[in-house]
């Protein structure tokens, strides 16, 4: 592991071109609080005329716009030093100006919502200049039958910074405080056991070392199973109690409401895969022929069905695999990407000290849309770097085609273009490679990432959609009722021939998701909605291309749900998420085949 200084600097950001200096910082720092200041006078003249309304709401995103900016700098700074405390200083401090602008701004929904709908309309014909914001003033025109009094909404703006705790604790609990004790690898040496290197330990080779990680690490959490109750119960308290102080019908209404999507969806989801279950069954029969065991148990479901390849991609070389799979898209892509991965900087590429875990996509109008890697030069690697840049261009024209106000895309819609870059990059990876040990690593990979995101998602989607309406009947979420519900779920998931072990009930415990809710949900409609638009790119060619890129360039000015149709995509309909089963019920064939003629 090298310290950072070590790393080449073409291998890093230069976030000096956000801000050159903490200099640079602390001025736009003060902007805000000077622009804070003077916000409240907009309080009158808002409602006043069409011009007032529009010098409001300009006024506003200019604040959010630098905010966001000072986080990107703050955020991404502390994300590749977190031993800095002056990046952790700064983080903080951004966020506590996020606070201040919302109690100054607060105002702007209620005294927006109490105007005329047709008077508003009126204002944005005779003042064209508010058209601009015709999207941001219906999307908060819509939410008036769950707005509260001018002191109820005053009140609940200086209250925001107190809730959604309960992920916070548990992740201090979960993450520091909890220590699992040693297992030993596969060489026989004593090793620490920890909720990072768990799922590593899943996916050994060594079925020993599976069956005492898996063991291990539920010993833990046992001892503790009343104290991530409590936080979850009172976190699904919450979430419910703000539901019902705004009149929604409860919980799930209220975030598929924010999410512009109907509990339909959500619940149509459920069923579809319920229906698709027998191909998930048997990908795990296939799971417990390859790796020769006469039962199937939960700690066996990661292990690879094909060992990791000996080819090495270096990071240059995985930039030329991940541009070759976009050429598809055409030259504004394409030329935008390859800028970015080879000219601007965008990507942090290997792992240093100090460093975080993992990689993301994150930019701002304002920004180049960054991407964080940890990269080892695996083909998994290439694929993440593919996965990351999906989002970032995806980011890149909602910037360039939006004013800022309009760019920010949902997260029901999110990790759409990342996904249909993965799937893009092991489909033509398959088409091209002729070793058949390759073509199976690929197949192995892809079956994977559909029973990651397809099924596991909405297992958990539906142990959500369950815990949150048992709360609401009056229902208490003890331990011992979530891990009973929670096993049930498993069985159902896992079907009749996998042997389910009874530590897994306590599996909720380790998902830090529960505490966003109703979030995991949209991976798997994103994964169906990006295995139907990776069939149309494929099979149709640049005529549909076109059509791909201008649901890219939709950003946040239109609904998720109408962005998608744009794409072709309808989420209303079930066979959008039937054709994903059906995607990987084909890889499980595929691979079966290949693998049963090499044998």
Request: glycine share 6%.
């Amino acid at each position: 592991m090298k310290d950072r200084k070590d790393v080449p600097t073409k291998y890093k950001w230069d976030l000096s071109v956000i801000y050159a200096d903490e200099k640079a910082f602390y001025a736009d720092y003060a902007k805000v609080e000077k622009m804070l200041k003077e916000f409240p006078k907009h309080e009158k003249t808002m409602t006043k005329s069409a011009e007032g309304l529009y010098n409001c709401l300009r006024a506003m995103c200019d604040v959010e716009s630098i905010i966001e900016k000072l986080w990107s700098y703050a955020s991404l700074n502390f994300a590749v030093d977190s031993s800095n405390n002056a990046f952790q200083a700064l983080n903080g401090k951004v966020r506590a100006l996020a606070v201040q602008a919302g109690s100054a701004s607060w105002f702007i929904s209620p005294r927006l919502l109490a105007l005329d709908t047709e008077l508003v309309q009126g204002w944005i014909a005779e003042y064209p200049a508010l058209e601009t914001f015709r999207r941001m003033i219906e999307t908060t025109m819509r939410t008036k039958p769950y707005m509260l009094s001018d002191e109820c909404e005053q009140l609940m703006s200086k209250l925001q910074d107190g809730f959604g705790t309960h992920g916070d604790i548990r992740s201090i609990f979960a993450n520091s405080d909890l220590r699992f004790g040693k297992i030993r690898n596969e060489e026989g040496k004593l090793v620490e056991l920890t909720d990072t290197n768990y799922v590593a330990f899943l996916m050994s080779g060594d079925r020993r070392v599976r069956q005492a990680a898996f063991r291990k690490i539920y010993e833990t959490y046992a001892q503790f199973g009343n104290t991530f109750a409590t936080t979850f119960n009172a976190m699904v308290r919450e979430r419910g109690t703000l539901a019902k102080v705004r009149g929604y019908k409860d919980s799930i209404t209220a975030s598929t409401f924010r999410d512009e999507v109907t509990p339909e969806i959500y619940n149509n989801l459920i069923n579809s895969v319920h229906t698709g279950l027998p191909a998930l069954y048997d990908y795990y029969e296939l799971k417990r022929e390859v790796l020769g065991l006469q039962k199937l148990h939960l700690y066996d479901v990661y292990a690879p069905l094909i060992g990791e390849l000996d080819r090495v991609y270096t990071y240059d070389e995985a930039v030329e695999e991940v541009l070759e799979t976009v050429k598809i898209y055409g030259d504004e892509y394409y030329n935008a990407l390859k800028a970015g991965l080879t000219e601007k900087g965008w990507v942090d590429v290997y792992p240093s000290r100090g460093k975080r875990g993992g990689a993301f996509s994150s930019g701002t109008p304002d920004t180049e849309p960054y991407i964080l890697l940890n990269y080892k030069e695996t083909l998994d690697d290439v694929s993440t770097l593919a996965h990351e840049a999906g989002h970032s261009m995806h980011t890149w024209f909602s910037t360039h085609y939006n004013e800022p106000h309009n760019s920010s895309y949902t997260i029901f819609v999110a990790e759409v273009a990342s996904t249909v870059n993965e799937l893009l990059l092991f489909h033509r990876k398959l088409r091209e490679c002729t070793d058949d040990n390759e073509k199976l690593y690929i197949l192995n990979q892809l079956m994977e990432t559909y029973k990651g995101t397809l099924y596991r998602q909405t297992m958990f989607a539906e142990f959500e959609r369950d815990m949150h309406a048992m709360s609401e009947k009056g229902t208490p979420l003890t331990a011992d009722v979530v891990n009973k519900h929670y096993y049930k779920l498993v069985k159902k998931y896992f079907g009749r021939d996998v042997a389910i072990d009874k530590q897994i009930s306590m599996e909720w415990m380790r998902i830090p998701h529960f505490y966003s809710s109703f979030y995991v949900y949209k991976y798997a409609t994103c994964i169906s909605a990006a295995s139907a638009i990776v069939k149309r790119i494929e099979n149709e060619g640049d005529a549909y291309v076109n059509q791909y890129i201008d649901f890219l360039k939709c950003g946040g000015s239109k609904s998720p749900l109408d962005s998608l149709l744009v794409a072709g995509i309808d989420m209303r309909d079930p066979e959008v998420v039937n054709g994903a089963i059906e995607d990987f019920k084909s890889a499980v064939e595929e691979f079966r085949a290949i693998y049963n003629k090499r044998k």
